[in-house]
């Protein structure tokens, strides 16, 4: 018996009005990523990746069509719905980090765990932890300003997992960073994806970065080429390309 | 709670607005505040004015003085008990140099029928024959003794600023008597007065003074209007005409010689209130148009909009309640101090004691926590309706 996908995207739409002028981002797009996948998603500007990212992650709504993530329509859900879903079931990393400069690492990384009915100690422990998988325990009291940018993307990367969520949706996250810290950025994401089962959806320009996922798609005008790679664990340990 | 430190960091964030918003706001409350409390003090003192006194002054201006003989035609009038002349006259200390800093109120009287219809003024009865039987003596306030040191047997030079009483030299007092006053029987009663011979007054301007004010006494308080009104009948057909009111009415008249305080004080109170609504308004819209992409992260996190709302309220919050505990306390820490401001103490002490009443510090607060957040209630509401894709596409 095989599990459901962790994403299953069905004929989804997405029409933006700018004013009489109607541009069409996805046109009947689906898509499957199934639990545990490393998928990366590539294309020229304005194709509709992030978009399509931002369905996934439930902080946009299809015109048409379904998206399924983790086992819930978010396309049915209300605004207030998809709140309380998105901070139990996806994690965000953003391009730019965006963590919020007046707090330490450590209280960016508890930011989602507010939202839970967990006390305050319980909470510092969780947020220690995410901190300790990134390598950043011993940053945990310094302020965003006081990090380099491939440490700032790890907090990001700690407060996207803190809340253990089944999915992970990554913009370009290494799209602000030097070759090194690209890299670090990028192995984290693979120890997350194959130590600790995370489904992660990511939209890159970096062919290098999207060397790492286990599946590859290209979007061109809204529309989802076929698969241009899988490399599976054994595969991408041994560097090969099927 | 748990969100508290979130709030509080963001005000942090710029201290030098957070700061700068806060004292604008806290001097709102506080010029508000200290207006209120002066305005309070003015309305108890005509409040306790006397239902059973009139005054009698010239009909056209309180500054015109009538002829002394008025006094005997107005205790002929039915239903008049007594009748007092009183003169403000206006001294200073220090011979020519009209030292106003010291100023304080002080009166001219005929001791026999003032104090007979001014129980709140209360002179031990030795010290009060002391008084009558020497013409040049002085009954003094607790407060103004305390102020300067006097006591009985103490001299007192007066030189007054108003012409007619100016002859050339300063005019000597001797304390006699010292009064005081039942605060909770006669919570208006002011102890930073002096109180004098009316005759040692006309006397050293050779009868030219009049009389400022007759205090009359009447033997029903429910006639007030009909021996108001016989007084001023008596000078109807006279050079100088009269002018007769209760003693509230004349407290008032005398309090509106400034002009209409009390919608002046009122209006300069709303027009800063307004204004401070206006700058926290904008300071609070600056503060979260310089986040939207924070809360778009927010908001991406998982924080609903109404609770992100409801940070962006609670930052405002926070800050005028800081404001209005600020506010509120300087003004009660001037109320209190007010008596020791050369000149505007003493014109203030002519009112009941002035103090920050519990309810108007309240009162305040609540008020400084409304606008508040009235003027946070824009820019959360932006923060509410702001779509995540939008915001961060645009940032």
Known sequence: MTSPPAVLVEGVRKVYRRDSQEIVVLDGLSLSVPAGEFVALMGPSGSGKTTLLNLIAGIDQPTSGSVVVAGTDVSALSESELSTWRSRHVGFIFQFYNLIPVLTAIENVELPLLLTDLGRKERRARAMTALRVVGLEDRAFHYPRQLSGGQEQRVAIARAIVTDPAVIVADEPTGDLDAKSAEDILALLDVLNRQFGKTIVMVTHDPRAAARAHIERHLEKGVLSHSVGRHDATSQATGTRP | ?395
């Open chain 2, 1 to 395: 709670m748990k969100f508290a430190p979130y709030v509080l960091k963001h005000l942090r964030r710029n201290w030098l607005r957070t700061s700068s918003t806060v004292t604008g706001m806290a001097l709102c409350v506080f010029l508000i505040c200290t207006l209120q409390t002066i305005l309070g003090a003015m309305d108890a003192n005509i409040r306790s004015a006397a239902a059973d006194r009139l005054a009698t002054r010239h009909a056209v201006s309180l500054v015109f003085n009538m002829p002394y003989s008025y006094a005997a035609r107005i205790r002929a009038v039915p239903g008049v008990v007594r009748v007092a002349p009183l003169n403000f006259f206006g001294g200073l200390m220090g011979s020519s140099s009209q030292d106003f800093a010291n100023f304080f109120a002080n009166f001219a009287v005929d001791p026999g029928p003032f104090f007979e219809m001014y129980p709140e003024y209360n002179v031990p009865p030795a010290q009060m024959a002391d008084f009558v039987a020497d013409r040049r003596g002085a009954v003094i306030g607790q407060d103004l003794a305390d102020k300067y040191g006097w006591t009985v047997g103490s001299a007192v030079q007066l030189e007054s600023f108003i012409p007619p009483y100016r002859v050339g030299r300063p005019f000597e007092f001797v304390v006699r008597g010292i009064f005081d006053a039942d605060r909770v029987r006669y919570p208006g009663t002011n102890e930073m007065q002096m109180f004098f011979h009316f005759d040692y007054l006309y006397e050293s301007t050779r009868r030219r003074a009049g009389v400022g004010n007759f205090m009359v006494q009447i033997a029903d308080p429910t006639q007030a209007a009909a021996v108001a009104k016989a007084i001023d009948d008596t000078f109807e057909n006279t050079d100088v005409q009269t002018r007769t009111e209760s003693e509230a009415s004349f407290r008032q008249g005398f309090a509106e010689l400034a002009g209409n305080l009390v919608v002046l004080l009122n209006g300069i109170g709303l027009a800063v209130a307004f204004t401070v609504l206006l700058v926290t308004a904008n300071t609070m819209s600056m503060a979260v148009r310089e986040r939207r992409t924070e809360i778009a992260v927010l908001k991406t996190l998982g924080f609903s909009s109404r609770r992100v709302m409801g940070l962006i309220i609670g930052e405002a919050a926070v800050l005028s309640a800081a404001a209005g505990v600020v506010g509120v306390g300087l003004a009660s820490l001037l109320v209190s101090n007010i008596a020791k401001i050369p000149f505007l103490g003493a014109a203030l002490g002519q009112f009941p004691p002035l103090e920050l009443s519990p309810r108007l510090a309240t009162g305040m607060v609540a008020l400084s926590l409304g606008l508040g957040l009235l003027a946070g209630t824009v820019p959360a509401w932006n923060a509410y309706r702001a779509r995540i894709v939008d915001t961060l596409r645009a940032a």
